[in-house]
């Protein structure tokens, strides 16, 4: 029995977590749970699953929950410091990082640090964090499971020690992106675009951060880099391919020639029943792949004019330092203005790119370097877009 410390569990990845829990009594208990602010949701998720512990993101939603299950016997508790407890506590064996953005970074350190699985969803904390993520990792000796559906198709599509690329046989790395809502509409109708519309996934039910980067492109931007350091390569070793029908999840190039790609419907239940079965596979209630009914796989090249947060991540990539920080943080705050229409879609991408070439890039020696550098990112972007200097 694997006892799993879900962080993020009223989100899009929490539900469809708890799915594959709830499918799998035998193998999976939920040990402790964390949300934000959704007292309702969580309310519902201690009744099912009866976690031991659970954490929220505010003392008013943790009095108010506590109210809701006061029949319960559940620890419920708020803060960071709670939120590390959970995530490294020893009746777990595995942590599923799926808050959103850089607020996920110290939780998922802390399971880390304590020796935990990491099924990582929250790629936004890898990113940030890069090598001193990945050197916690190896100095910790600690099982890291991408759940990013790409990343997760990538780790399949790798050689047998499944434990990173064996590099003097792949020759590269193909992310798929499905293009978003927007892949094929003009410049001019992106500028006017609704948060509603941008939300709108083609494929992928998802939250709205990430809805919205799928729909800009940076969260392939995010991923580019989450693939670099996660496979030990870097943007040259990758290319992206748009594939509209998100069906192959990302290939696999080696030197012989041979690809090797991971497909199945687009439902995250897959890549997370895998990592959290690995190295064994368990059922999920995905519908199995249909490739006749699907008929035709498409393939073309990303349009980096309309999507520039693309091009973006990869020139922080090779800024190195703080620089993928500082692009993350003005990113999280550029969707929240959109979301907020203070500014329009394509602002996006030129307060990114405003913030990028603005900002001090330093190198990244301790963790504080980059809470450092995230907060100063925030408070720039924060600056150019209530001055509405960003253009
Ligand atoms: P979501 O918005 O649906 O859920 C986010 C969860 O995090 C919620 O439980 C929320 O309460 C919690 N949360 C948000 N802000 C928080 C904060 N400041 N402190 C503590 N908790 C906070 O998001 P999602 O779509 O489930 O995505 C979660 C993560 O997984 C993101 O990093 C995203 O990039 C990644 N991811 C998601 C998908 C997907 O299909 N949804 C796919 C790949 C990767
Ligand atoms: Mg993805």
Redesign the pocket.
């Given at each position: 029995m694997q006892g799993i410390c879900l962080l993020?569990?009223?989100?899009?990845?929490?539900q469809s977590t708890l799915d594959v829990i709830a499918k799998h009594p035998d193998k999976f208990v939920l040990i402790s749970a964390?949300?934000?602010?959704?007292v309702e949701k969580m309310a519902d998720i201690c009744r099912r699953f009866k976690p031991q512990r659970v954490v929220m993101?505010s003392q008013k939603a943790c009095d108010e929950l506590a109210l809701k299950c006061k029949d319960l016997v559940i620890s419920i508790e708020w803060g960071e410091e709670a939120l590390d407890s959970i995530a490294s506590d020893s009746a777990v064996d595995q942590v599923m990082a799926?808050?959103?953005?850089f607020?996920?970074l110290k939780p998922t350190l802390a399971g880390i640090r304590a020796g935990k699985r990491i099924l990582l969803?929250?790629?936004?904390s890898l990113v940030t964090a890069g090598k001193l993520f990945m050197d916690e990792v190896a100095r910790h000796d600690v099982m890291l499971l991408p759940?990013?559906?790409e990343h997760n198709a990538i780790f399949q599509s790798l050689p047998q020690d499944k434990k990173g690329a064996h590099k003097q046989d792949v020759s590269k790395v193909i992310l798929t992106a499905s293009g978003g809502p927007f892949r094929t509409w003009g410049l001019k109708d992106m500028s006017q675009v609704t948060p509603e519309q941008a939300c709108k996934h083609p494929n992928?039910s998802?939250?709205?951060?990430?809805s919205i980067d799928s729909a800009s492109l940076m969260n392939k931007g995010l991923e580019l880099i989450e693939a670099c350091w996660l496979f030990g390569i870097t943007p040259d070793d990758v290319e992206v391919v748009v594939h509209p029908e998100s069906i192959v999840h990302s290939m696999v190039s080696y030197l012989d020639g041979s690809v090797i790609a991971q497909m199945g419907n687009p439902d995250?239940k897959i890549p997370i029943a895998y990592g959290m079965s690995w190295p064994n596979r368990i059922e999920t209630n995905v519908s199995s792949l249909d490739l006749v009914n699907i008929a035709r796989l498409n393939f073309e090249v990303p349009d980096l004019e309309r999507f520039p947060n693309l091009k973006l991540a990869a020139d922080a990539w090779f800024m190195g330092g703080t620089a993928m920080a500082v692009l993350n943080a003005a990113n999280e705050i550029a969707v929240d203005a959109f979301l907020n229409r203070q500014i329009g879609f394509l602002d996006i991408a030129r307060v990114n790119e405003k913030v990028l070439s603005t900002a001090n890039i330093t190198a990244v020696n301790a963790l504080d370097d980059v809470f450092e550098a995230d907060g100063y990112s925030r408070r720039l972007a924060m600056n150019m877009i209530s001055r509405g200097v960003f253009a």
């Open positions: 993020g569990a009223t989100g899009s990845i929490g964390s949300a934000n602010e959704s993101g799926a808050i959103m953005g607020a996920g969803a929250n790629k936004e759940i990013d559906s992928w998802m939250g709205q951060k990430i995250m």
